[in-house]
């Protein structure tokens, strides 16, 4: 019969798209990504650069984030449909004597077809919320970024704290040894006393503890490195020779104030404000009615009395639902995304508060340091090397004792260590000030 033969071809032809749906020639699969070639690390050691691209590459964290916001682009694109039609087959008022479809005049075959339409502008509204959480996984892929860097760097420049102060220390120990062969010569002539040679034996003591101490420093600072490198990329150390310590400049502070605009942090809080404000479009679409339409078409066989053929029928009707009870419902809804979307605006003003703050105190702590360091530059490292060595001189003269001499070494090896420290310190601190204004370089 022609309404069976109707059905058959229905199932059919959804049966075969659905296979070629699911078909693996059909299936879009997402392409795999590899990461950039890691730096060749030469036997001069890791410099920055390649650390910071290392370290970018090996964080995990960062391409979670970039996963999630390819999940919340598709899930967008899915929400921005329609739903699934409804398609209804079966008989009606088919006699159960003898279920012969052409005994009564009533009996059909139904093929019926139901669509329900989307509530207002609900499906957009959705969308653009999901779109904007996608947003928001970049920004927070953007972050992390941004801190990796400013932790390698910091790392970095820790370890090439510990070489230099290593240098520094060791270069001070042959002027130590010196001291001692000095105060065994003048011993030797009764010049001095013995004292002296036990003072030197003892300061140079105290120096091979201060190379085992800063050694133990660098192998932490070391792992603290490797962390984010890997501990194959440390095999041939730090280029200690590559770090400049020079103190690098700082823009202006209405421009760094508009760098941070463009924060991250800022970011986030901005694209979740817009998702909030969608979800408040969607909870304000609940009062529109949600309509829908629904077709069928009966086919009937057999002939009536007169003989002529039983004609088919249509039915057509549209559905709508009616939010009427909206008080406890729509209106509870809607109030409840309005202090949600009002608690996310107050959330975005204290991120900039602190942002703004964080970035006060960065530049405060930059200037203090570029003070300290023009304090040692110019007067604190020319007076201590003056002082060590007029006391050398003083003291092959006879005229200054091998105690002021000892403590005029140590305070210049002392000066040294510390503006080495503040060096380190500003070019720490610049990295923060990097992380909140998003220089790279």
């Excluded at 329609?82 to 087959?89: A, E, F, N």
């Amino acid at each position: 019969m022609r309404v069976l033969t109707l059905i058959m071809l229905s199932v059919a032809f959804f049966t075969a798209s659905d296979a070629l749906l699911a078909s693996p020639e059909n299936t879009t699969l997402e392409p795999n990504t590899l990461d950039l070639a890691a730096p060749q690390i030469t036997e001069s050691g890791l410099s920055l650069q390649q650390a910071e691209q290392i370290a970018l590459q090996r964080d995990s964290v960062s391409k979670s984030f970039k996963q999630k916001e390819q999940a919340f682009t598709e899930q967008a694109i899915a929400t921005d449909t329609w739903q699934d039609p409804r398609i209804k087959l079966g008989a009606q008022a088919v006699p159960v004597d003898s279920f012969d479809l052409e005994q009564e005049p009533m009996t059909q075959l139904i093929v019926g077809y139901q669509q329900m339409l989307p509530r207002g502008d609900s499906l957009t509204h959705a969308s653009e919320s999901m779109m904007a959480m996608a947003r928001t996984q970049t920004a927070l892929s953007q972050q992390r970024d941004r801190q990796v860097l400013m932790k390698v760097r910091q790392a970095w420049l820790d370890v090439v704290l510990q070489k230099k102060s290593l240098d520094i220390i060791q270069v001070n120990r042959v002027l130590f040894e010196q001291m001692l062969d000095i105060s065994e010569s003048f011993y030797a002539t009764g010049r001095q006393q013995q004292q002296d040679v036990v003072q030197a034996e003892l300061e140079i003591s105290l120096v091979d503890d201060r190379l085992e101490r800063a050694r133990s420093e660098l192998v932490v600072a070391e792992a603290r490195l490797a962390k984010w490198v890997g501990a194959e990329s440390m095999l041939f150390g730090v280029a200690v020779e590559q770090a400049n310590l020079q103190l690098p400049g700082l823009p202006e502070l209405a421009e760094l104030e508009s760098r941070i605009e463009k924060n991250p942090e800022l970011i986030v809080m901005r694209e979740q404000v817009i998702s909030r404000q969608k979800k408040l479009d969607l909870a304000d679409d609940q009062y529109s009615p949600q309509w829908g339409f629904d077709i069928n078409y009966g086919s009937r066989s057999g002939n009536n009395p007169d003989g002529s053929t039983r004609s088919d029928f249509l039915t057509a009707m549209v559905t709508f639902d009616l939010p009427v009870f909206t008080e406890n419902k729509q209106d509870r809804n809607v109030s409840a995304e309005k202090q949600r979307l009002q608690a996310t605006r107050y959330q975005q003003l204290d991120v900039k508060r602190v942002l703004l703050k964080r970035l006060q105190a960065v530049l405060g702590r930059l200037q203090k340091l570029k003070d300290r360091h023009n304090l040692y530059k110019n007067k604190v490292l020319p007076q201590a090397k003056q002082n060590a060595d007029v006391s050398l001189s003083g003291y092959q003269s006879g005229v200054v004792s091998f105690f002021t001499l000892t403590r005029a070494q140590v305070t210049e090896l002392n000066a040294l260590l510390a503006d080495l420290r503040i060096n380190i310190a500003y070019n720490k601190v610049f990295a923060e000030l990097q992380y909140l204004i998003g220089e790279k370089s």
